[in-house]
């Protein structure tokens, strides 16, 4: 997006000069061509000389309006509704406080004085003007929504009663009807803003429940009237360009849309289950940039590892984890810290989730013909420099990756194992010989994820005790407080550690916790199985809609008159679209956090889950973060491989040249304050 900028090409290069922001050699080549009419601001923003928010604080310096940040900014709702939803969009300004007796408004182009002087008329004070970027702009636009049970109900308070009597009208009319279209707009507007990875609509006997996956974890949002499924169900499908007569097979899609200046891509899977069909939806976010490793949480040895053998003009570099660990999301980031113009880098994937400029990217297209097998064999036509392979599945794929590795390239790919070391074992089952394996076989990344800890509410403490002999029999404490004092670079003993503990032997093999075993009970009447915990489904207001469609226009004291229900207020539609449950009791006032001062020899500080509070909407978590083990094939791992050692003989040399495992590294990521303990358990034990 162009920033509203009343600067002229000269006058632009002469502040970005001035600033020290862009070398002149380089601002030159930017400069617009003969015949181009692109304006340099554009052209410096395309080529990523300096970013948006950076550009707009030089202007700001430059025409002396202050600069205001509005990304993070919650705005009161009685400022924010002081001008109309749409007064707002036509002017790209937004109030967002009130300074003395001052109104305070962020406009993308502060220059346009009738638009501030119509809104100051509109509020009828005075106003402090301040300029803002226009992503940050339509952000703050999108706080004049209201939770989403009271968008949904606004949405379809026409449609259910509709859906529900007029049976002649067809699937594919009601899912172009404005409100389905809207409900649908909605749902993906909210599973954006919240950060949600998946997004599941699934229809159960009476209802719809609508569940995002955010940070791992599903959560239940809201509940839509069982009527309106199917226009639902076909408006995506519309969208995904899929059948919308066809219930009867799962159906796989593809479609995109904007919000604000997000781009966002999403994949689109139908599956028919016994209530109706069910939809599930990942996001995937084009305009987010590739993360660097560092930023992914890679750190001191694992990255110098990674990053040498990257650099070896062949060998294979493999990323193993279960679905859904962040695999692909590591294998982006290495390939855009490759990607210059000197490498042809091709892909073959399945499916491309993330477009990367410069990449040759196949899809995978099995009803074609075209397997990971066959692709990578045309692959290897097409001259290229790196290769990388969505996932290696089969002994076919295996082979031809390390043929490939064996003749002057480097390759990328993906395994589904437990941890780096069986990585190598699992070659061998795919027929690979050792030899080739020991001499291809670079470096093994083993990954998960683990929820990052809010940092406003989080609680810090000192194991004692149980939890303390527990966590010395978890991990290898010694090692890993030894590689925090390392990371916090001498400064780990007086942050975390009072003095080094004892040597903690080795943790002895344990066999992992069993599994909770949740025993049915079977109802006579049709045969349903029920599991004996409370799987209750939230009621949202939408339910009360599809029973009562006169509710949306009852006021409170009609209904008080004749004892009916009314649409309550969005606090209490806030609160239903929370999962229903016993009201917790007020959390314990929370215990002084420890001086690290006055620690004992031996111990040290973690952290905990905290209550819960604004920054992390009650979450306690905020986001994720990988935990890592990066193997690097040596020359004694290369004659275990040729002598077909077994993946814990394998492990133990790792772990002897240095490598920290998966537990030790989110061991260390705890001591810092990232994560706890129990996320790091619940997603290494097996």
Do not use: W
């Not at 067809?170 to 950060?195: C, F, G, H, Q």
């Not at 781009?263 to 016994?274: D, F, H, K, N």
């Not at 780990?492 to 025993?519: F, Y």
């Amino acid at each position: 997006m162009i920033l509203n900028m009343h600067i002229s090409d000269g006058e632009l290069k002469k502040l970005l000069l001035d600033s020290g922001t862009v070398k002149e050699a380089v601002l030159n080549d930017a400069m617009p061509k003969d015949g181009s009419t692109e304006p340099l601001q554009a052209s410096v923003l395309k080529r990523k000389l300096i970013s948006e928010k950076d550009l707009t604080k030089l202007y700001a310096k430059s025409i002396e309006v202050p600069f205001v940040e509005l990304a993070d900014l919650k705005i009161p709702r009685e400022i924010l509704l002081k001008i109309p939803e749409r007064i707002a969009r036509k002017y790209q300004a937004v109030l967002f406080g009130v300074e003395e007796d001052q109104y305070q408004l962020a406009m993308a182009d502060p220059d346009d004085f009738q638009a501030a002087d119509f809104i100051s008329k509109q509020v009828g004070g005075k106003l402090k003007i301040y300029i803002a970027t226009p992503g940050d702009i339509l952000s703050a636009i999108d706080q004049y929504k209201g939770n989403i049970s009271s968008e949904i109900t606004k949405a379809i308070k026409d449609s259910s009663a509709d859906a529900a009597e007029e049976e002649k009208v067809s699937a594919k009319d009601l899912a172009e009807d404005a409100p389905i279209a809207k409900t649908v707009n909605v749902i993906l507007e909210y599973a954006v803003k919240s950060r949600a990875s998946d997004i599941h609509i699934e229809p159960r006997e009476n209802i719809v429940q609508v569940r995002y996956r955010i940070d791992g974890v599903l959560r239940e949002t809201m509940t839509l009237p069982k009527p309106i499924l199917a226009a639902v169900v076909s408006r995506i499908k519309i969208l995904s360009n899929l059948k919308i007569d066809e219930h009867r097979v799962p159906q796989d899609g593809r479609f995109k849309f904007s919000l604000g200046a997000k781009q966002v891509a999403l994949r689109v899977s139908t599956l028919p289950i016994m209530d109706g069909e069910k939809v599930v939806m990942r996001i995937l976010d084009e305009s987010a940039r590739a993360l660097t490793l560092e930023e992914l949480g890679f750190e001191g040895r694992s990255l110098e590892i990674i990053g040498r053998n990257l650099h070896k003009p062949h060998g294979m570099t493999l990323v193993t984890g279960p679905t859904g660990s962040g695999k692909s999301t590591t294998l982006y980031s290495v390939l855009s810290m490759l990607n210059t113009p000197g490498v042809n880098i091709s892909t073959v994937e399945d499916p491309v989730e993330y477009r990367v400029i410069g990449v040759n990217q196949t899809q995978v297209n099995p009803k074609a013909g075209m397997t990971f097998a066959s692709g990578l064999r045309a692959l290897l036509r097409q001259d290229p420099n790196i290769i990388m392979v969505g996932e290696i599945r089969d002994g076919e794929t295996a082979d031809l990756a390390v043929q490939a590795a064996l003749t002057g390239h480097v390759v990328l790919s993906t395994l589904h194992t437990n941890n780096a070391a069986t990585t190598l074992p699992r070659l061998l089952d795919m027929g690979i010989e050792p030899f080739l394996i020991a001499s291809t076989v670079n470096t093994v990344i083993g990954q998960r994820l683990v929820r990052r800890l809010c940092p406003v509410c989080r609680q810090a403490f000192v194991p004692e005790g149980t939890e303390l002999s527990n966590i010395k029999r978890d991990f290898q404490l010694d090692l890993a407080l030894k590689h925090f004092r390392e990371m916090e670079g001498g400064k780990g003993t007086a942050a975390a550690t009072a003095a080094a503990p004892a040597p903690v032997p080795a943790p002895v093999p344990q066999q992992a916790p069993k599994p909770l075993v949740i025993e049915p009970t079977e109802r006579k009447k049709g045969r349903v199985i029920e599991p004996t915990h409370d799987i209750e489904t939230t009621k949202s207001i939408l339910d009360k809609i599809a029973a009562d469609p006169n509710i949306i226009n009852r006021s409170a004291e009609d209904a008080k008159k004749a004892n009916l229900p009314t649409v309550p207020d969005p606090a209490t539609l806030a609160a239903e679209a929370a999962p229903a449950q016993a009201a917790p009791a007020p959390p314990p006032p929370a215990a002084p956090a420890p001086d690290p001062a006055r620690l004992k020899s031996g111990q040290f500080i973690l952290y905990k889950a905290g209550p819960g509070c604004e920054a992390c909407g009650g979450a306690a978590y905020q986001g994720r973060m990988g935990i890592y083990e990066v193997l690097e094939v040596t020359e004694q791992i290369q004659k275990m491989i040729v002598g077909h050692a077994t993946a814990d003989d394998i492990q133990l040399q790792a772990i002897r040249d240095g490598m920290l495992t998966m537990q030790q590294d989110g061991f260390v990521k705890a001591l810092m304050g990232k994560t706890t303990i129990e996320e790091i358990l619940r997603v290494t034990r097996e």
